[in-house]
């Protein structure tokens, strides 16, 4: 029973992509067959959010979505033919022009067609912007009372081989690969270990455990994207007054945490409430995970006066 879960509204038509510089009709922000990215995965990408919130819409983070956009093409060793202002006033115009006061955004660096083969260098660096309106990635349900998980068979990628660090295109495989293999096997989602069988992350989502009343989540020195929900969250925990740790940890410490909960700009803050058939807690939404939910939320919604600077407001 492969379970599938589809945040879009249906029928669902954003009229303005942002391609190369300026809006232009969705229908017409096409790509050649021969697009290099398509065929081998060289590229970068970001998964960004914008919340309707206490002041109006706003953009959650923009500005740490955009640096990281850059640092995944500077690994690729792909120079991105706009600037950070650039790509920032493209996020935002998308958002207005599609007239959305809340919604999803993937900026996308990618090489074009032009030579052919892997050696290629000088192929040029397109670079486009997509939005749309998403739901809870996770579904509303496993917002609230949490989803079940596998911890896959599928190896998180190592930095000898790979770049964890980036968000690159083809890196993705990886990912998919874990998340259909979960979803067919009826579950939610996948956790993914590292090389050396610590707990990384899941497929488009950092982790956190609760144990003993601390948050615990596995360093950055591990192969795991460095996320920027995972940063916020350690923020606002921090805040909260809540110890919070980067350590590793292994499967078997997953299966007796108190909470576990997984955050990113997709997911939010989803709990887990069973892996691999174990029962978390107490199998619902832990009370440290509900706390800091909230608080996140209310963050992103610019409800705490303390973080609106985490905001990139607009009007549509
Ligand atoms: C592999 C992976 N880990 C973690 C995350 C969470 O990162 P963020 O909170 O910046 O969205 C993402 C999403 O971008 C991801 O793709």
């Not at 990886?174 to 497929?203: H, M, P």
């Amino acid at each position: 029973m492969t379970k599938t879960f589809d945040p879009v509204p249906e029928n669902c038509r954003v009229p303005f992509t942002w391609l190369d510089g300026a809006c232009v009709p969705t229908e017409q922000a096409l790509v050649p067959i021969m697009t290099h990215t398509l065929h081998y995965g060289l590229g970068a990408f970001e998964g960004i959010r914008a919340y309707d919130g206490a002041s109006g819409p706003a953009v959650f983070r923009l500005r740490e979505h955009l640096e990281r956009l850059f640092r995944s093409a500077a690994l690729c060793r792909i120079e991105i033919p706009f600037t950070l202002e650039a790509l920032t006033k493209g996020c935002v115009e998308t958002l207005k022009r599609n007239q959305l006061a809340a919604g999803y955004l993937r900026p996308v660096v990618f090489i074009d067609d032009g030579k052919r083969g892997l050696g290629v260098t000088n192929n040029r660096i397109r670079v486009a912007i997509a939005t749309w309106p998403w739901g809870r990635y996770l579904g509303d349900e496993g917002v609230q009372h949490g989803i079940r998980a596998q911890v896959s068979s599928t190896v998180r990628m190592n930095a000898r081989s790979f770049l964890p660090k980036g968000k690159i295109n083809g890196q993705y495989v990886n990912s998919i690969l874990a998340k259909r293999a979960a979803q067919q096997a009826g579950f939610d989602e996948a956790i993914l270990l590292d090389d050396d069988g610590y707990v990384a992350e899941a497929t488009g989502e950092n982790l956190f455990i609760v144990r003993d009343g601390a948050v615990v989540t596995p360093p950055t020195s591990q192969p795991i994207l460095e996320g920027i929900t995972r940063a916020s969250v350690i923020e606002l925990a921090r805040e909260l007054g809540l110890p919070v740790r980067e350590d590793r940890f292994t499967r078997d410490t997953l299966y007796i945490a108190d909470e576990v909960f997984l955050t990113g700009t997709a997911a939010e803050l989803t709990p887990v409430r069973e892996i691999d058939g174990y029962v978390i807690g107490t199998g619902g939404r832990g009370p440290v995970t509900e706390r800091l939910q909230s608080r996140f939320f209310d963050a992103v919604h610019g409800r705490i006066a303390g973080r609106v600077g985490w905001l990139t407001g607009y009007r549509v």
